[in-house]
């Protein structure tokens, strides 16, 4: 019999998440029935939309939210070789079973080379994010320019090179310089550390005098504040993320868009990745060939240990990580 180690939500964050509101259980395995399967993670992803989603959809003691690659380490069910790697959708857990049903093997195609926790990151949830935002709901055009915030991040990070791919200029944001130089070395024409410049206005101004056709909004609160007066008439701001509330206990307050919005007559769409499932298969075929032909750079924070799951989560709530934050179990 296998014991699966999970991390469970001992208590709802209250502002900022801290270790001590998980806790982390041991839980028994059932032996596998005809048509099961045992699987074992091996890389966990930590995503901003764990904290949101935490109040959404969870009550204290269930199993932390998320998604993992994990190994087939038990088979009684032909279809699934021991052996293969597959994404799952199940929670901060070790191990867990499956019916197969709920698994999304690796690409056949998926290279030796390439780390399978890239299946998670730029191959995967973040890097599809990037896709939909940028083709679907910027309707990004070549000739054209776009700002990303939250740049460096497993997002941002691939919404920069697929708008430089897509011949577009791009201007990047980040929270530490080290970030800006990451940016500028993987193609960003402009790249600036929001936290140390004196004026986010002139700093925006600096980067695309003529303002912006498209806006990659990772962050929302009063950056998106102070970017909206430099759209371009009939510029297009996508609503990916809003880190930067995610961890308000009061909600923040205006300034208001409907200025900007009405005279300049932008367009401004939230989504959410899930809903455009029926682009993921051409998405993540884009996304691995543009890796493999070296046109789109990856960088993974991968923190070490299951045990450390909550404190990857923090660190990078807390802007630690470069690229898409990973915990190697
Ligand atoms: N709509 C959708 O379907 C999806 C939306 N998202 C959203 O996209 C955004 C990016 O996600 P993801 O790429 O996975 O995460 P990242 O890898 O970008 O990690 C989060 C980053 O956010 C930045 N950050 C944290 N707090 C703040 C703040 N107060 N102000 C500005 N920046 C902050 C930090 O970078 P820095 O050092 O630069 O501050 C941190 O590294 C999130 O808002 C997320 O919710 C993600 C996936 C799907
Ligand atoms: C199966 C993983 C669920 C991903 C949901 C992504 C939506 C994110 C919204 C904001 O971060």
Not at 156 to 176: D, P, R, W
Not at 294 to 311: I, S
Request: aromatic share 10%.
């Amino acid at each position: 019999m296998v014991t699966a180690k999970v991390w469970v939500l001992k208590k709802h964050f209250e502002g900022f998440p801290k270790p001590s509101d998980f806790e982390m259980k041991q839980v028994a395995l059932a032996n596998l029935k005809d048509g099961e399967l045992l699987l074992e993670s091996v890389f966990l992803s930590v995503d901003p939309y764990m904290r949101p989603y935490s109040k959404r959809d969870m009550k204290e003691g269930d199993v932390m939210i998320g998604t993992q690659v994990a190994r087939i380490v038990e088979s009684k069910n032909p279809a699934f070789a021991v052996g293969t790697f597959a994404v799952a959708n199940r929670g901060w857990r070790t191990h867990f079973i499956s019916d197969g049903k709920d698994l999304s093997l690796l690409p056949a195609s998926w290279p030796e080379s390439l780390p399978k926790s890239l299946a998670l990151g730029t191959v995967g949830m973040p890097g599809l994010t990037a896709y939909v935002g940028l083709f679907e709901i910027c309707k990004m055009k070549p000739g054209e320019t776009v700002l990303v915030n939250a740049a460096a991040g497993a997002v941002g990070s691939v919404v920069g090179q697929l708008a430089k791919i897509g011949g577009c200029k791009v201007v990047g944001c980040a929270g530490s310089d080290s970030k800006v130089a990451y940016l500028k070395s993987i193609g960003f024409d402009e790249a600036f550390n929001y936290k140390t410049v004196t004026s986010l206005d002139e700093a925006l101004r600096k980067a695309s005098p003529d303002g912006y056709d498209c806006f990659f909004d990772n962050v929302g609160g009063e950056f998106a504040s102070i970017a909206i007066n430099h759209m371009k008439k009939y510029g297009r701001i996508a609503v990916c993320g809003a880190i930067s509330q995610y961890n308000d206990s009061v909600p923040q307050k205006g300034p208001y868009i409907q200025i900007p919005m009405i005279f300049n007559e932008l367009s401004m769409k939230g989504f959410i990745v899930t809903s455009w499932n029926n682009r993921r298969e051409e998405g993540v075929k884009a996304l691995l060939k543009w890796v493999l032909e070296g046109k789109l750079k990856y960088h993974e924070q991968v923190t070490e240990r299951f045990e450390n799951m909550p404190a990857a989560f923090i660190g990078m709530l807390k802007g630690e990580n470069l690229g898409k934050a990973v915990v190697k179990a």
